[in-house]
């Protein structure tokens, strides 16, 4: 089946560090990615996405790149800021239209001024 | 952006008793709005699609009696947990998909149900 592997966390940073949340999936066929983002109180956005491989998804100063060899799609951002502080979730669908996700159990980031 | 809007976004709740949760579209037309589930420290498992003016389609293992979802109009879809025990206490989420087109779902705030 599909299923989504996320870095656990919580994940505490200083402001201004680098910052990688580790994604890996397992897929029957050729999945789309997707990263949201869910601030406190807030609902998930969108944060970025890639739909085929090596496609590069950017946003807020975040990137994720779609390695298929690797089946991961690693998030990263330079340097982070306290107002980046909230849950992140990686998450795949096969039919390309965010219709029905497949997501991972999210990585609470916390960044301290 | 579109905004999705979902109420309560926390409830107790007394076994036995029935809680009905609300998602909303605010500012767009959804044909279909999709009912998630999280158990701490867990992914969101999808439980159902709710279709405006037909049943809903239902994931496997999710019981249909259980959990009533109701699709009246474009802007509108219900979850009703009835008779709620304690192992159903979970953070719930609704997400919708705008009806023109477009591949992205906005998501509601979640619901936190407690069940005492």
């Known amino acids: 089946g599909n299923s989504v592997t996320q870095m656990e966390g919580p994940v505490t940073l200083s402001e201004e560090a680098f910052l990688t949340i580790n994604c890996t999936y397992t897929?029957?066929?050729?999945?789309?990615l997707f990263w949201y983002v869910q601030y406190p109180g807030e609902g998930l956005q969108l944060l970025l996405k890639a739909t085929k491989a090596d496609d590069k998804g950017s946003n807020k100063g975040f990137e994720a790149t779609y390695r298929k060899e690797t089946t991961s799609f690693h998030l990263e951002k330079g340097s982070v800021q306290v107002s980046d502080s909230a849950v992140y979730f990686c998450?795949?669908?096969?039919?390309?239209?965010?219709?029905?996700?497949?997501f991972g159990s999210g990585t609470q980031l916390t960044v301290l001024p | 952006g579109a905004v999705v809007s979902q109420h309560p976004s926390r409830v107790i709740c007394k076994s036995g008793t029935s809680v009905k949760i609300e998602c909303r579209s605010l500012d767009f037309q959804a044909t279909t709005m999709f009912w998630y589930r999280q158990f701490p420290k867990q992914s969101l498992m999808l439980m159902a699609t709710s279709n405006e003016g037909s049943k809903a389609t239902y994931e496997q293992g999710v019981e249909k009696d259980k959990f009533l979802i109701n699709h009246a109009s474009l802007t509108l879809s219900t979850l009703t947990v009835t008779s709620a025990h304690p192992e159903d206490s979970s953070f719930y989420i609704c997400s919708a998909r705008v009806s023109s087109g477009g591949r992205e779902a906005f998501f509601g705030q979640g619901t936190r149900l407690t069940v005492v």
């Open positions: 998450a795949l669908s096969l039919s390309g239209s965010a219709r029905q996700l497949t």
């Open positions: 897929a029957t066929g050729y999945p789309s």
